[in-house]
């Protein structure tokens, strides 16, 4: 059964093709442009949604929740950079 979850075509000339389009910006790919592949009405929505997420979770933390978090976070950051 052939695999339906990608779009492309498994013919190697038609993705030959496809390719030289999206090099010479003949097209855009939703795998390369991201606006393409984005609804503008979700995008505002799941902003909208996370502004506010954001301010009420921040606003139930304790002052020591929200230092433990930072703490944590900051701990992440620092270690990535991190030279072994």
Not at 13 to 22: C, G
Request: aromatic content about 2%; cysteine-free; overall charge positive.
């Amino acid at each position: 059964m052939p695999n339906r979850s990608s779009k492309r075509s498994s013919d190697p000339n038609q993705l030959a093709k496809l390719m030289v389009d999206i090099a010479s910006g003949e097209i855009n790919d939703r795998w390369t442009d991201p606006a393409a592949a984005k609804n503008p009405a979700a995008v505002a929505l799941g902003r909208l949604g996370g502004k506010k997420g954001g301010l009420a979770r921040a606003a139930k933390l304790s002052e020591e929740e929200r230092h433990k978090i930072a703490t944590v976070a900051a701990n992440k950051r620092w270690s990535k950079n991190k030279v072994e």
